[in-house]
């Protein structure tokens, strides 16, 4: 693991993002520990787009 890292709890494990650039590095679950993958990635970044839409609606009200 980097040394400038921000780990998160999340359900089911945690993840990690470089403090630096914001960028996840890994991925912690109860089976074990992973480095960040492409698929991971695209998940990550359309689980966040959801709540910044969903927060946009209910701002929006």
Not at 2 to 13: P, Q
Not at 32 to 41: D, E
Not at 43 to 49: D, P, Q
Request: overall charge positive.
């Amino acid at each position: 693991m980097a040394t400038n890292v921000k780990k998160t709890a999340v359900k089911g494990g945690y993840i990690v993002r470089s403090a630096k650039t914001g960028c996840l590095v890994e991925v912690g679950t109860p089976a074990g520990a992973k480095k960040a993958s492409v698929k991971t990635l695209s998940t990550v970044k359309s689980a966040s787009e959801k709540r910044k839409a969903a927060l946009k609606r209910l701002a929006d009200r």
